[in-house]
């Protein structure tokens, strides 16, 4: 007798929005075992060989990849394999595999894939949550060329038997660059974040995504399976009545999204007139094309970091200069809030000289680093300045903690307009700068900072990690990393009632900007402006314009005298679901 399966719903972190369902196919590990075998000296040049024509292969491989993505979806997206031919051509990798196979007298391919599984291993004990995610693209490379070691094919998901849920451990960039569109209806993953390459991928091709799911082993192949985008949960068996649910609640979705695009021109203003500002964050000089579709009031966030992890050498001056100019040009009469280099030490090894540190993420990194390589810092305040002839272009520092950083780095401004003026370079004498508000020393000393700079921009992802000493990227104490804390609610007001007082702004630029369950808070604590991803913005808009500015008030006043996160969060929830319950059902409740 057939007896039917227990429906089972399993929890992950929601990547890209929509319903699918369907059937599983689960793929396990693509990474090869690799057997280590003794050579003769008389065979290391034709292990060497052998190594050198694998990645000369692999680097074919990744440019024709590279070009089909350009074709097929957009510029940005194409970006992500840079860093994997940065990997092939890494001189210090390939020098020690090479080094190894020598010394050792041992097999290319356990040579290479030894000083890969060191790599990986390396950055997995990395604190940042951006670098941990970088592993995948190590992995990726690794894989490719030791398939190509090997004369195997790289194993793709460009041809499906059918219509397939894949469930796998990860997907690589390769992976969903060659994913079958007309037969993946979905991808769930047991690694990755919402910054996650996968993650990148599966929005831009519009496939719903859950990722770092945990119990992913309870799926087996040919499993009926549904996956939830909007609350990242995937249900296993599922019952009729969760078929029933989960159907409508997609048609539904599609129907919300489509009214959602089409509101994008509507002004994101309260019913009693009060209007906020909601700018997008960008990567990607290409990311503006979304910035535009989707009405944003401007870039509130350009990380300016992908200049410089891509890149074999630090990018010059007018290498830099290009990419900002383009960027004002391409906004126009919209203002472009550019974050100096907010990276550590560790993340230019290959183009600076450090040191290694046990926690890079609290060390040297970002305004700490850039002050400490003043040539650094002027190279890019300067390319900042030429391209702020538009007159459209901020500057806003990063992970600010004490004054004399803000006094040390406004010095170096105005160094660099004087060196301009005698070059005859023309810039904006009067541009805006501001400070991201994102360690607990800076929003408690918000009101001496405010009297040097001209806004404030609250990095809430950092400032909820270092304000509860919970490291965002661990499973282990998710539960402890709580945006509506009343220790983060007190800095968030405590910051705002600073900027009312000096006649300054605030925006937010974390992840609090773009999830709904938080807009009535920020709003109502005094929010200026909310920085987010451009698709984020849909939400966000329709909330706001069916909020009133003395009720969120009201809210956040509420919250504020709350004990616990859940209780603060609560208030605003419920005024959700009363003012718009389409989108609380389908994006909070989850129905």
């Not at 050198?52 to 997206?77: F, P, S, Y």
């Not at 592993?135 to 990726?140: N, R, V």
């Not at 319950?581 to 129905?591: A, C, E, N, T």
């Amino acid at each position: 007798m057939n007896h039917k399966k227990e429906e089972i719903k399993i929890k992950g972190v929601p990547a890209s929005p929509g319903i699918a369902i369907g059937e599983a196919l689960v793929l396990g590990s693509r990474l090869l075992q690799i057997e280590k075998r003794q050579i003769q000296p008389d065979e290391v040049e034709q292990e060497l060989s052998t190594l050198e024509m694998a990645l000369d292969k692999t680097r074919e491989q990744i440019t024709a990849l590279q070009r089909q993505i350009e074709n097929e979806l957009h510029d940005n997206e194409a970006h992500i394999f840079d860093a994997h031919l940065l990997i092939i051509d890494d001189h210090t990798l390939i020098t020690s595999v090479k080094k190894t196979i020598k010394e050792e007298l041992i097999n290319a391919d356990f040579a290479f894939n030894k000083k890969i599984l060191f790599y990986i291993d390396t950055i997995n004990k990395m604190s940042d949550p951006y670098i941990k995610e970088r592993a995948i693209d190590i992995h990726d490379v690794g894989s490719r060329v030791l398939a190509n070691i090997h004369g195997h094919e790289v194993e793709s998901l460009k041809s499906l038997p059918g219509q397939r849920i894949i469930i796998s451990p990860d997907l690589t960039p390769s992976d969903t660059v060659a994913i079958d569109r007309e037969n993946v209806q979905a991808f769930a993953t047991e690694t990755g974040g919402r910054t996650s390459h996968a993650a990148i991928m599966a929005r831009s091709m519009k496939i719903p995504a859950v990722l770092a799911l945990k119990s992913i082993n309870q799926i087996r192949n040919g499993d009926i399976v549904i996956v939830d985008g909007y609350t990242g949960i995937v249900t296993i068996n599922p019952s009729s009545e969760s078929l029933n649910f989960y159907a409508q609640k997609e048609t539904r979705g599609g129907k919300i999204r489509e009214d959602l695009i089409s509101e994008s021109k509507l002004r994101p203003e309260t019913i009693d007139g009060f209007r906020i500002q909601l700018a997008a964050n960008i990567e990607f000089k290409e990311d503006v094309d979304d910035a535009k579709k989707y009405c944003a009031a401007g870039i509130g966030l350009y990380r300016t970091e992908y200049l410089y992890i891509n890149s074999k050498t630090l990018p010059n001056e007018e290498t830099q200069l290009k990419n900002y100019y383009n960027i004002a040009k391409q906004m126009k009469d919209y203002y472009v809030i550019i974050r100096t280099l907010d990276l550590g030490g560790d993340k230019l090894k290959d183009t600076i000289n450090i040191y290694h540190e046990i926690n890079p993420f609290l060390g040297y990194r970002a305004i700490r680093l850039c002050l400490d390589i003043p040539e650094l810092f002027k190279t890019q305040l300067r390319a900042i300045l030429r391209a702020s002839v538009y007159s459209n272009i901020k500057i806003m520092f990063p992970m600010i903690c004490c004054m004399e950083e803000v006094t040390q780095a406004l010095n170096i401004v105005e160094e660099i307009k004087s060196e301009l003026r005698s070059e005859k370079q023309p810039f904006d004498e009067n541009i805006e700068i501001g400070v991201m508000i994102e360690t607990p020393s800076a929003a408690l000393i918000a009101d001496r900072l405010a009297k040097k700079i001209d806004f404030f921009s609250i990095g809430t992802n950092d400032l909820v990690q270092y304000t509860l000493a919970v490291d965002r990227s661990s499973e282990k104490m998710a539960y402890l990393y709580q945006p509506s804390h009343p220790a983060i609610l007190t800095l968030i007001k405590h910051v705002t009632d600073i900027a009312k007082t000096h006649g300054i702004w605030v925006g937010v630029c974390g992840e609090m900007a773009s999830d709904p369950l938080y807009t009535a808070l920020l709003v109502g604590m005094g929010i200026h402006e909310l920085s987010m991803s451009p698709v984020s913005m849909g939400p966000i808009r329709r909330i706001i314009r069916k909020m009133k500015m003395h009720e969120a008030e009201e809210i956040a006043k509420k919250a504020l005298t709350c004990s616990t996160a859940e209780e603060a969060l609560e208030q605003s929830v419920n005024y959700l679901k009363r003012i718009d319950p389409d989108i609380f059902s389908l994006i909070v409740k989850g129905v």
